[in-house]
């Protein structure tokens, strides 16, 4: 098998600790329209920003925020699918008591619709090209078909960043934004691409290189079907995924 589905999902730690507050209810309601529609699955390839490429080794993920409770889920892992993605990709494989951060929201999400299924946690240089980028998604295809497992790649959400006093400046988070939200939308990995890493780096948009492995590794997916874009703490996110055939 190959890639079988693929979506882009905010790593917002409030959607696991503030769901119902007003800022995070409306990105909480996008994100479980996406996670109702991901299809049943071997293995869930999740996809978020670093400073190197890293495959992670996790039997749990725990997430801490303030004085919320510790939210935290076991972890499921594709051995095989691991060291062929291990092999093909070439890169580090590192072992984490617990999966934390965008990997680890990513991580509580899916396994919360999908307990059974494997998680395979990869970090993605955000200050990659788009030779290496490619690279990696070719790793992703390469180990799904090695393995004959059915994966959905899910990429990080976050795209451009509003900094304090920014104000004047606000076309150009909006421009980004608007230009990655439409290449999402198109399933074109060319446009993303074409959206960093310098550009994208300016931007703080720490979705940009998940991204662009992910739309790299289905490129005959085409257009996803449902796309949304949100704001929300100064942050702009991206939600998108296909419906089920």
């Known amino acids: 098998m190959t890639i079988t589905g693929r979506a882009v999902l905010p790593t917002a730690t409030g959607l696991l ?26 293995s869930f390839v999740l996809l978020a920003s670093g400073d190197e490429a890293l495959v992670h080794d996790a039997s749990a993920v725990t997430l801490v925020e303030g004085e919320q409770p510790e939210v935290r889920a076991e972890l499921h ?55 290496a980028l490619e690279a990696i998604a070719a790793g992703i295809v390469g180990a799904a078909e090695a393995t004959e497992r059915t994966v959905v790649i899910v990429a990080a959400g976050e795209l451009a960043v509003q900094l304090d006093g920014e104000h004047g400046s606000e076309p150009q988070p909006a421009g980004f934004d608007a230009a990655a939200m439409t290449a999402l939308e198109a399933g074109d990995a060319g446009a993303m691409a074409a959206l960093g890493p310098t550009r994208a780096g300016d931007h703080g948009a720490a979705g940009w290189a998940p991204q662009t492995v992910m739309l790299a590794a289905g490129p005959n997916r085409g257009p996803f079907d449902r796309v949304e874009y949100l704001s929300l703490v100064r942050v702009g996110r991206a939600v998108a995924y296909d419906l089920p055939a």
């Not at 503030?18 to 049943?40: C, K, M, Q």
């Not at 691991?82 to 999400?109: E, I, K, S, T």
């Open 17 to 42: 600790t503030h769901p119902d507050e007003a800022g995070f209810r409306s990105l909480r309601a996008s994100v479980d329209r996406a996670l109702t529609a991901l299809p049943p699955v071997d």
């Open 77 to 131: 892992n594709d051995e095989h699918l691991l060291a062929a993605l291990v092999a093909r990709g070439q890169f580090p494989r590192v072992r984490d008591d617990f999966l934390v951060g965008p990997l680890g929201v990513l991580a509580l999400l899916v396994s919360a619709v999908q307990p059974r299924a494997c998680t395979m946690p990869v970090t993605v240089p955000r200050g990659a090209g788009i030779d």
